[in-house]
């Protein structure tokens, strides 16, 4: 089945500018979720819904996809345990700390996806690479410390940002672990990873269900469900893979960087978050890390390091 979006579909600026604001986005839905809905409850909805859906649409291709997950059943299991686990921690974390630290912080992936090639696959390290993730390494550490470095000394961090970057680490995981998965179209693998994903993420809901802490979506809950489900979830994965089709994947790289720089403008300007020096300082050193470490990607020689949520 092919979707075509007639005035989008061949624009890949266009198509790429929305998939960047909404990922963006979504660190605002998180914060805007806080009250209105659990934080995991709003993990398994989002992959539930969207299971739901792509089982629908693509219900002629379900033999492919059966083909796909028997060829490589392992990956998309650990795959989607990647994926719910991060949007866990991204939306636990949406109660301790700010939508622009969110959208900072998910600026790192793309850079520990480099430095986890380098350990985990002996992939080679470019001197401007690994000085790319020292600079985001560092713009991490002046958000994490909330521009007071000396914190660091008795390890004082936001637990907000410590979920964040740990579902940071998981979302690499994932990322790293698509080399090893099997060809394939790959919204059927995103349908595969979604349906394998509401399903490790009901251990999440056990959690809260035990913890006397689940608790069902208000309207306003409901809302944020439908958007974090159709934009960051479905739309912004359906116009990159578009854009990568039509440019590749170096130009669509850079893309990456304009993330964080949206989260942040939506979360001053949607939730009127305080965007401080210490922000713009991260905020600079994180993108310009990111710029530097995909340098080589982006100049025909590297692979795809992409970044969503």
Same mark, same amino acid.
């Given at each position: 089945?092919?979707?075509?979006?007639?005035?989008l579909?061949?624009?890949?600026?266009?198509?790429?500018?929305f998939?960047?604001?909404?990922?963006?986005?979504?660190?605002?839905?998180?914060?805007?979720?806080?009250?209105?809905?659990?934080?995991?409850?709003?993990?398994?909805?989002?992959?539930?819904?969207?299971?739901m859906?792509? $089982?629908?649409?693509?219900?002629?291709?379900?033999?492919?996809?059966?083909?796909?997950?028997?060829? *490589?059943?392992?990956?998309?299991?650990? *795959?989607?345990?990647a994926?719910?686990?991060?949007?866990m921690?991204?939306?636990?974390?949406?109660?301790?700390?700010?939508?622009?630290?969110?959208g900072?912080?998910?600026?790192?992936?793309?850079?520990?996806?480099?430095?986890?090639?380098?350990?985990?696959?002996?992939?080679?390290?470019?001197?401007?690479?690994?000085?790319?993730?020292?600079i985001?390494?560092? *713009?991490?550490?002046?958000?994490?410390?909330?521009g007071?470095?000396?914190?660091?000394?008795?390890?004082?961090?936001?637990?907000?940002?410590?979920?964040?970057?740990?579902?940071?680490?998981?979302?690499?995981?994932?990322t790293?672990?698509?080399r090893?998965?099997?060809?394939?179209?790959?919204?059927?693998?995103?349908?595969?990873?979604?349906?394998?994903?509401?399903?490790?993420t009901?251990?999440?809901?056990?959690?809260?269900?035990?913890?006397?802490?689940?608790?069902?979506?208000?309207?306003?809950?409901?809302?944020?469900?439908?958007?974090?489900?159709?934009?960051p979830?479905?739309?912004a994965?359906?116009f990159y893979?578009?854009?990568?089709?039509l440019?590749?994947?170096?130009?669509?790289g850079?893309?990456?960087? $304009?993330?964080?720089?949206?989260?942040?403008?939506?979360?001053?300007?949607? $939730?009127?978050?305080?965007?401080?020096?210490?922000?713009?300082?991260?905020?600079?050193?994180?993108?310009l890390?990111l710029w530097?470490?995909?340098?080589?990607?982006m100049?025909g020689?590297?692979r795809?390091h992409?970044s969503?949520?």
């Amino acid at each position: 089945m092919t979707l075509r979006l007639p005035v989008l579909w061949s624009r890949p600026i266009v198509l790429l500018t929305f998939s960047t604001i909404f990922w963006g986005g979504n660190a605002v839905a998180g914060r805007f979720a806080v009250g209105h809905i659990s934080p995991f409850l709003l993990t398994h909805l989002r992959w539930f819904i969207l299971a739901m859906f792509l $089982l629908v649409l693509f219900r002629k291709r379900l033999q492919e996809a059966k083909e796909l997950f028997r060829a *490589g059943w392992i990956g998309f299991v650990l *795959g989607g345990m990647a994926l719910g686990g991060f949007n866990m921690f991204f939306y636990i974390a949406a109660h301790h700390t700010t939508a622009i630290n969110l959208g900072i912080l998910q600026g790192s992936i793309p850079i520990i996806v480099i430095a986890g090639s380098f350990f985990f696959f002996k992939d080679r390290i470019r001197s401007l690479q690994a000085l790319g993730i020292l600079i985001g390494l560092s *713009g991490v550490l002046v958000l994490a410390s909330g521009g007071q470095l000396q914190r660091l000394v008795g390890v004082e961090f936001n637990i907000g940002d410590l979920y964040m970057l740990i579902g940071c680490g998981l979302f690499a995981g994932y990322t790293l672990g698509l080399r090893k998965a099997p060809d394939g179209d790959q919204i059927i693998g995103l349908l595969l990873f979604s349906i394998t994903a509401q399903i490790v993420t009901v251990m999440g809901l056990a959690y809260e269900f035990n913890a006397g802490v689940l608790f069902w979506p208000s309207m306003e809950g409901w809302l944020i469900v439908f958007f974090v489900t159709v934009f960051p979830s479905f739309l912004a994965h359906l116009f990159y893979m578009r854009s990568v089709q039509l440019i590749g994947v170096g130009i669509c790289g850079l893309f990456l960087n $304009l993330v964080p720089i949206s989260a942040s403008f939506l979360a001053v300007t949607l $939730l009127s978050e305080k965007f401080g020096v210490f922000h713009a300082v991260s905020l600079l050193l994180v993108v310009l890390g990111l710029w530097l470490a995909q340098k080589p990607a982006m100049d025909g020689s590297g692979r795809d390091h992409s970044s969503s949520s």
